[in-house]
């Protein structure tokens, strides 16, 4: 009789199978090599977002007590690496299948954020907030911000923007987000096109989404119609100051670096 003790779970047998550790399965799939052990233990139920996780990554559906499929839980089953790359043959995007996709994407969040700005429900930001954190989870799960970095590159990636010399003489963070260089010649109602390379440096990116939320926010102070208490004024009014000094801090990491 087996020893039920000692016998493997499915996913451990699958992980094994592609002759990886804990640690770096866990990393494919985005999570914690403490989860994927405490799965493979039976110490922790398997939850729907791992199961779908392991599906993406491998094409087997699996459920608490092991692969969702009759065929997977006799002794004869097995699982190859030849297994995991036919699959990621059918399932992977090209260049033009990953541009669908990312319109597919936009198309969601743009609904999203236009139902939640229906006139009473007010989460119009808080949903927004939301889908940036969840982005920035993504990226940090699957380690994909030197793989963005790279594409940014081979794009060569810019962005243009339209402002008068005072604007930028007015806002010096964003005077220095557009690399914009005062010269006393200038005169304050004179209009400048300014280019910015886009994605180069993290830290510019990060600034840009950190203006991004204080031009939001100031917007939202300064809506005549809004429902916002004297109390939330305040608070979001502290919010920018606290918004403004990081920016100022993140600033000056990049000053003095040409991209």
Not at 42 to 61: M, N, Q, V, W, Y
Request: proline letters at 3%; a positive charge; one cysteine or more.
């Amino acid at each position: 009789m087996p020893n039920k003790k000692n016998k493997k779970s499915d996913l451990t047998i699958v992980r094994e199978a592609l002759g990886l550790t804990q640690s770096q399965f866990a990393e494919r799939l985005g999570v914690s090599a403490s989860m994927i052990k405490k799965v493979e233990e039976g110490k922790r139920p398997l939850s729907p977002d791992l199961s779908a996780r392991i599906f993406a990554e491998t094409g087997l559906i699996f459920v608490n007590k092991g692969v969702a499929d009759e065929a997977w839980t006799n002794k004869t089953f097995s699982y190859t690496k030849d297994d995991r790359e036919t699959w990621m043959k059918e399932i992977q995007f090209n260049q033009k299948a990953a541009e669908a996709a990312a319109r597919l994407v936009s198309k969601t969040v743009e609904l999203m954020l236009v139902a939640a700005a229906r006139p009473g429900l007010q989460k119009s930001y808080q949903v927004w907030n939301a889908i940036f954190q969840a982005l920035e989870r993504v990226k940090n799960e699957f380690h994909m911000e030197k793989h963005i970095e790279a594409e940014m590159r081979d794009r060569h990636m810019t962005e243009t923007g339209r402002f008068t010399v005072r604007e930028l003489r007015a806002n010096p963070p964003l005077a220095r987000l557009w690399n914009f260089r005062d010269d006393p010649k200038l005169k304050d109602d004179q209009a400048l096109l300014l280019e910015k390379t886009v994605g180069r440096l993290p830290i510019k990116e990060l600034f840009n989404i950190c203006w991004q939320h204080r031009e939001l926010l100031s917007e939202i102070v300064r809506t005549k119609e809004s429902d916002l208490t004297d109390e939330q004024k305040l608070k979001m009014e502290q919010a920018l100051q606290s918004i403004d000094k990081q920016m100022d801090h993140e600033t000056e990491k990049f000053i003095g670096h040409t991209i």
